[in-house]
């Protein structure tokens, strides 16, 4: 019974929790970009739904309940109602592994524990890539079971920006691996406590990662799978109601995705931002964290600080949907493949000759 407690039962409560918070944020972040958008290009955005607009997610949400969902007669039905379904699930399981807290942040409820992170496995990085990537197969398998031309173009072109930046996106984190030493997201974050931000010693590695991962979420300027000027709306033309409302899901969560991969890997995840000052007063880090207050402090300090920063990472995501006009497909291809993967190769080489030095001074 207790094994069934502390293996199953917290941990489903614990995901639970927190699928719902993301789902909160979600609604929250679109509210965000549309006042943004509105901001950046001198207009008022939405504020008719709740003062200020702020009840406009929710409006949003029961629109969609309430919209009649669509199926092409000649659709393959199985695949075009599991598609978006797997965009959607297999963001949410690449958070598994984030963690929001170091060893201090657990929880004790009498004989059970209570980590900040639902699984903490030393191949995290390597579980997020693998689980992230399934969600560009529901996006092709998404276009091809409409039986459409426009979805068919939108699915295909997923695929070949998938293969085109998948391949820069895992060399990007090959540099941080190897200075921190290893593969799990909390020793990373906790190898950045110790020492300083990824950021300072990898700002190719992150300038690598951050593109890629804007053109893994089809995010403008690389959303060509959309292309709402050339292909209606891509992979989801025929989708409407809920089914639709899944890709949107999985969009957005995959941007938290690659936020909270960008926090964790060069910007010390839960750790506070002390812009430096930690060098001056050397206790501020540890006082910022909580100090000597119960675990429960330091958890809910630890989730403030990755949600700050986090927040800052998404706030670049929709200033840049903002500000950059979307690239042309040979333009697409020729920045994956002649400019970022060859710039990725070279910053590995160049970080694994540094490492090497630095051990051999060392010792």
């Known amino acids: 019974m207790n094994a069934f407690i502390q293996w199953f039962l917290l941990p489903a409560v614990y995901g639970v929790t927190l699928l719902m918070i993301l789902l909160g944020c979600v609604a929250y972040i679109t509210l965000l970009e549309r006042k943004v958008q509105a901001w950046m290009q001198c207009r008022p955005g939405p504020n008719r739904v709740g003062p200020r607009g702020l009840l406009q997610p929710i409006a949003d949400v029961l629109k969609l309940l309430l919209k009649e969902d669509i199926i092409p007669r000649k659709a393959d039905k199985i695949v ?19 963690p929001f807290g170091g060893a201090d942040a657990t929880l004790r409820l009498g004989d059970f524990t209570l980590k900040p992170v639902l699984a903490d496995v030393n191949i995290g990085i390597v579980y997020v890539m693998a689980v992230s990537s399934l969600g560009a197969f529901g996006i092709v398998l998404g276009g091809w079971s409409s039986n459409s031309k426009y979805p068919l173009l939108g699915g295909l072109r997923s695929a070949a920006q998938m293969i085109s930046y998948e391949v820069p996106f895992g060399l990007a984190i090959i540099g941080p691996m190897m200075i921190a030493g290893t593969a799990s997201m909390t020793r990373i974050v906790s190898w950045q406590t110790e020492h300083t931000w990824l950021f300072w010693l990898q700002p190719v590695a992150l300038v690598m990662f951050y593109i890629s991962g804007v053109a893994e979420n089809n995010r403008a300027p690389f959303d060509l ?8 709306g891509g992979f989801h033309t025929e989708y409407s109601g809920m089914k639709w409302a899944f890709f949107f899901l ?13 926090v964790t890997l060069f910007f010390g995840g839960w750790a506070p931002v002390t812009f430096g ?5 050397k206790d501020l880090p540890a006082i910022l964290a909580g100090g000597t207050a119960p675990a429960f402090v ?4 630890g989730m403030a600080w990755f949600a700050l ?8 995501h929709l200033w840049i949907r903002a500000t950059f006009p979307r690239y042309r497909y040979d333009q697409l291809m020729a920045i994956g493949w002649k400019y970022m993967i060859p710039l990725a190769l ?3 080489m160049l970080t ?9 001074v060392k010792a």
């Open 80 to 98: 075009f109602v599991l598609a978006p379904m797997m965009v959607a699930l297999a963001a949410i399981g690449a958070l598994a592994v984030v």
């Open 225 to 232: 799978p959309e292309g709402e000027s050339e292909l209606v």
């Open 250 to 262: 999985g969009e957005y969560i995959s941007m938290i995705v690659v936020a909270s991969m960008v």
């Open 277 to 281: 000052l930690g060098y001056v007063f």
């Open 298 to 301: 330091h958890f809910l300090l």
């Open 309 to 316: 920063k986090v927040f800052f990472v998404l706030y670049v």
């Open 346 to 348: 070279g910053w590995i």
């Open 352 to 360: 694994g000759a540094a490492v090497l030095i630095f051990d051999a």
